[in-house]
């Protein structure tokens, strides 16, 4: 079941935190776990479609990275998460969630190891866009001025514990290849996936990454009805206007 709660995640950034934090203890289970599994099939069942939004647009500029973090909110490692939504424009192309690998020593570290996180993110969808013949440039978002302030900087600073492998983004900061910008804490959308969120804060961050939620079962979607006897693919429909479902019966080639 979290194996299955982890694929889909990947399309349901508002379960990615919960789906995560799941994920973490199946290696030894406990009671909690398995209420915390129960609580997420209570919230699918409640929303069991999120439509996401492609809207006509044209073609952006830029490509826009927001980044966010919780700093130490783990109680028992106090590791903290960091979150991210990757947007072209009004589409949003990627979300993620993960533990960083980490104790931060400061709610501006945590920030600064999901900007750069984020930063890696982005630079990865700048360059596979200028493949497809659509260059654009990067710009992060992130709620912390702090952290702000140590990637528009050179070295350490007063911060002087800070990992040098999250400094390369001063780098690119100063060389223009990432702009970084302030974004508002609540206005966040990656908030979204570093910390578990009341209804209402669910919901207006899934309408600022283009995400909707609906009831029921998509229109299109297909609903296996019967299935024929001596017929070679599968069924779809209700009797008895059936029809047979094309490409399903399994081909035989070389390798196979």
């Given at each position: 079941m979290a194996a299955r709660a982890n694929f889909l995640a990947s399309d349901r950034p508002d379960t990615a935190y919960a789906v995560k934090e799941l994920c973490?203890?199946?290696?030894?289970?406990?009671?909690?776990?398995a209420e915390a599994l129960k609580r997420l099939s209570r919230y699918l069942l409640g929303r069991p479609r999120l439509i996401i939004h492609f809207g006509w647009q044209d073609a952006p500029k830029f490509l826009d990275v927001f980044s966010d973090s919780d700093w130490a909110g783990c109680v028992r490692t106090r590791k903290s998460t960091s979150g991210g939504a990757l947007m072209r424009g009004r589409h949003v192309l990627r979300t993620w969630c993960g533990t960083q690998a980490t104790i931060a020593l400061s709610s501006a570290e945590a920030e600064l190891i999901a900007a750069v996180r984020g930063a890696a993110e982005g630079l990865a969808a700048c360059s596979l866009s200028e493949d497809l013949g659509q260059p654009c440039s990067l710009r992060v978002h992130v709620d912390s001025s702090a952290a702000i302030g140590i990637c528009k900087r050179t070295g350490v600073g007063k911060v002087r514990h800070l990992d040098t492998r999250l400094l390369w983004i001063q780098e690119?900061?100063?060389?223009?290849?990432?702009?970084?910008?302030?974004?508002?804490?609540?206005?966040?959308?990656?908030?979204?996936?570093?910390?578990?969120?009341?209804?209402?804060?669910?919901?207006?961050?899934?309408?600022?990454?283009?995400?909707?939620?609906?009831?029921?079962?998509?229109?299109?979607?297909?609903?296996?009805?019967?299935?024929?006897?001596?017929?070679?693919?599968?069924?779809?429909?209700?009797?008895?206007?059936?029809?047979?479902a094309e490409g399903l019966t399994p081909r035989r080639g070389v390798g196979t």
């Open positions: 973490r203890g199946m290696s030894a289970p406990t009671t909690r776990d690119l900061v100063r060389d223009g290849r990432i702009l970084v910008l302030k974004v508002a804490g609540t206005e966040n959308p990656a908030d979204l996936m570093t910390k578990h969120l009341g209804a209402d804060d669910i919901s207006a961050h899934l309408v600022r990454l283009e995400c909707w939620a609906r009831d029921g079962r998509a229109a299109k979607a297909p609903k296996l009805a019967a299935l024929r006897v001596g017929c070679t693919g599968e069924v779809w429909g209700s009797a008895p206007k059936s029809v047979t």
